[in-house]
């Protein structure tokens, strides 16, 4: 073989490999908004829904939904559901309370990560409003009502998976804002906030 054909070769073979390699890097910068999307489409690992309102006729049966709350210790904040479950109609809009309170003497912002638990029931669980949907920034010694207004949505009650489950925890975990961590407090926890 003469040296000509051969270095068209070595060239084909190094574009080749060359292509390959910036696909891949394209690929990794790509995964994480690509994961991302698919958890808030499928509900995948717990992640909720987002709605404008819920369905106009609600179901007779209802599901038990806890609330849970944490706070990093970095971030020098108290927080706490008001109150610790709700019996709610499905298909029925909700509104729970959370509380929080910042116990530093300076001014913090915080982000809120959530799941579902069981993750099942994450592509049935729809937020209309909630505080996860922006940072919050408290003064010192600064205490806010932080609402969530949601529904479960009535397709829970003909999934195979999830027409059995009587109770879902929803759990909210703050961080200082631009900090958050892959994995909150609760198992199957999604660093995804809606």
Not at 80 to 108: C, D, F, W
Not at 115 to 135: D, H, L, M, R, W
Request: aromatic share 10%; net charge neutral.
């Amino acid at each position: 073989m003469t040296a000509a054909p051969q270095h068209r070769n070595n060239l084909r073979v190094a574009a080749i490999a060359a292509g390959i390699s910036f696909s891949m890097l394209g690929l990794a910068y790509a995964s994480v908004p690509l994961y991302r999307l698919f958890c808030q489409v499928t509900g995948f690992g717990g992640t909720t829904q987002r709605a404008d309102a819920a369905p106009e006729q609600a179901s007779e049966q209802t599901i038990t939904v806890r609330f849970d709350a944490n706070t990093a210790a970095s971030l020098g904040w108290g927080f706490h559901a008001v109150q610790p479950s709700l019996k709610v109609r499905i298909g029925e809009q909700n509104m729970a309370h959370y509380k929080a309170t910042n116990t530093s003497g300076k001014v913090s912002t915080g982000s809120a990560v959530f799941n579902v638990t069981p993750v099942s029931a994450g592509a049935y669980f729809n937020k209309i409003q909630c505080f996860c949907f922006t940072e919050q920034t408290l003064q010192p010694g600064e205490s806010v009502d932080m609402p969530v207004v949601f529904f479960v949505d009535p397709g829970i009650l003909s999934d195979p998976d999830t027409r059995a489950i009587n109770e879902i925890t929803l759990s909210y975990t703050f961080y200082p804002a631009g900090t958050q961590k892959s994995v909150s407090a609760a198992p199957g926890a999604s660093e995804y906030a809606n």
